[in-house]
């Protein structure tokens, strides 16, 4: 059963190689992204799942590699210890979920990944999570998902008055552990705000629907436009 859950946003520019000289924009939702994952160590989880957004769904073993080269920076990340597994590159939302698991030396469990396709319909989402939370006696899970892209002039999918709002739910769900609300999302009204979030959220939502967890966010903020939330459910 899920015994615990972190959210995380999923830009690149959460990785400070990446980001550059504005990495410390994002110096808040780091150090929250580091409790939040101190928080699932602290579980003591039998297993470890990234989930995260992707143009197409498929499952990662520990091992697998991934890479920030697409965005002019020479760092890989590998999820979790061992040997490199599979061919196949993690989707940039489970590398950055690497790279935090890297950066908090993470050995406390087996870790696996799931890519989420960004169109999965709420349903398949929801069954996605119960699948997962009945892998092993203690679950635990790294969510990865950023929400709307439409928060101003200057966001990747410019202003629409609509996307604050839709955060606003989103946010509050994810800090209150509601999964009820988090399963109501609208996928359609979502795809139009750019919100990477969505079915990774509902992913969660359904691991997560009978295990009576508390929530509670930890950031929340829209640098560049973009909605990021940080929250833990335990």
């Known amino acids: ?29 780091r150090d929250a992204c580091a409790d939040a ?17 992707a143009e197409q769904g498929g499952t990662f073993r520990q091992g697998a590699r991934g890479s920030f080269a697409g965005y002019g920076v020479d760092l890989s990340v590998r999820l979790g210890r061992g040997e490199p597994a599979g061919t196949r590159q993690l989707p940039v939302s489970l590398a950055v979920g690497a790279w935090l698991l890297e950066r908090a030396r993470w050995a406390d469990a087996p870790v696996e990944a799931l890519a989420v396709a960004e169109g999965l319909e709420p349903k398949a989402c929801v069954g996605a999570g ?20 439409c928060r101003t002039l200057k966001a990747p999918g410019y202003l629409d008055e609509r996307a604050a709002g839709f955060d606003e739910v989103a946010s509050a769900a994810l800090g209150a552990a509601d999964t009820a609300t988090l399963m109501g999302l609208d996928d359609r009204l979502a795809r139009e705000l750019k919100v990477a979030g969505r079915a990774p959220w509902q992913v969660l939502a359904g691991a997560g629907s009978d295990a009576a967890l508390a929530g509670r966010l930890l950031y929340e903020d829209a640098p560049y436009g973009v909605g990021y939330f940080v929250g833990v459910w335990s």
């Open 37 to 53: 994952v101190g928080l699932l160590a602290a579980s003591r989880p039998d297993l470890l799942v990234v989930v995260g957004p």
């Open 130 to 149: 119960e699948e997962l939370a009945s892998r092993a006696a203690r679950v635990a899970l790294l969510v990865m998902g950023d929400g709307s892209a």
């Open 1 to 29: 059963m899920l015994v615990a859950a972190a959210v995380c946003p999923c830009p690149p520019l959460l990785v400070p190689e990446v980001a550059a000289g504005a990495a410390p924009e994002l110096d808040a939702a």
